[in-house]
């Protein structure tokens, strides 16, 4: 049995896919598949993806369906017990990640594990620009601002197929949307790991524009709406706070190694 299936969706990601898929490939834990899923990349990705010599990389290259489609068309794929998403321009803080992870999955009847990341610069990944300190959740979490940085959120099979899928129709916060119905609706256990997993490069698909944060917004507010879980006036305020919070985090706790 394949303990991680590791899912980075990709499109032209020549700059950064080479170091994303190496600090896979640098793990400890070698039980694992890496399923890359290309979404119809015309630069060098695809050629870079190919040139691995490694029998655990599972690829596949489809008409773009957007980052999230991508995303479920892996988990789809996925035979490991443990599923984490990892994206293309991301890369892990450490060599021992996935042995933490898949430590704290071995407490009983875990169904998720989540820890902390950093945001670094896009050309000098070794500079981190903020950082993103996760905490345990509770029953009132999600209604006070509170959620896990989706690039720490790790789920197993069994809980996607409670769950379900990213919903593709809500843009930017489909990862969020997810993580509401696994903790707030399905109120599936959880650990928290005080550990940094993954270094994000500035500039992704919810960090790049003032437009994705407002999208976000939106969504979110119809996350909570269909999923009937009700939010006090101020929730917007105590998320931003948070958000501005995460600027002056520990930055000590920061794994700097590259």
Not at 13 to 30: A, G, L, P, Y
Not at 136 to 144: H, Q, V
């Amino acid at each position: 049995m394949i303990n991680f299936s590791i899912v980075t969706a990709c499109l032209n990601s020549e700059d950064t896919i080479f170091h994303t898929i190496r600090s896979v490939q640098s793990q400890t834990m070698k039980n694992y598949e890496h399923i890359l899923i290309d979404g119809g990349s015309s630069d060098a990705t695809v050629s870079i993806i190919k040139n691995q010599n490694d029998n655990r990389i599972v690829f596949r290259s489809q008409v773009s369906k957007g980052i999230y489609g991508a995303m479920n068309e892996g988990i789809k794929l996925a035979t490991g017990e443990i599923i984490g998403i990892l994206n293309s321009d991301d890369f892990y803080a450490n060599n021992k990640v996935l042995q933490s992870i898949k430590n704290a999955f071995d407490n009983a009847n875990t169904y998720i594990v989540h820890g902390n990341i950093a945001f670094v610069n896009k050309n000098k990944p070794s500079k981190v620009v903020r950082f993103w300190q996760g905490s345990c959740y509770d029953n009132s979490s999600f209604k006070n601002g509170w959620h896990p940085p989706h690039p720490s959120f790790y789920m197993s099979k069994k809980g996607y197929l409670i769950v379900g899928y990213y919903r593709e129709d809500m843009a930017v916060s489909a990862d969020f949307d997810l993580m509401l119905r696994a903790f707030e609706i399905h109120k599936l256990k959880s650990v928290y790991i005080d550990e940094c997993f993954v270094k994000m490069r500035m500039g992704g698909e919810s960090t790049g524009s003032m437009v994705n944060i407002l999208k976000g917004n939106i969504n979110i507010a119809k996350s909570f709406r269909e999923n009937n879980v009700k939010i006090g006036r101020f929730y917007f305020v105590n998320r931003f706070a948070q958000k501005i919070l995460q600027y002056f985090g520990k930055f000590s706790k920061i794994n700097l190694k590259k």
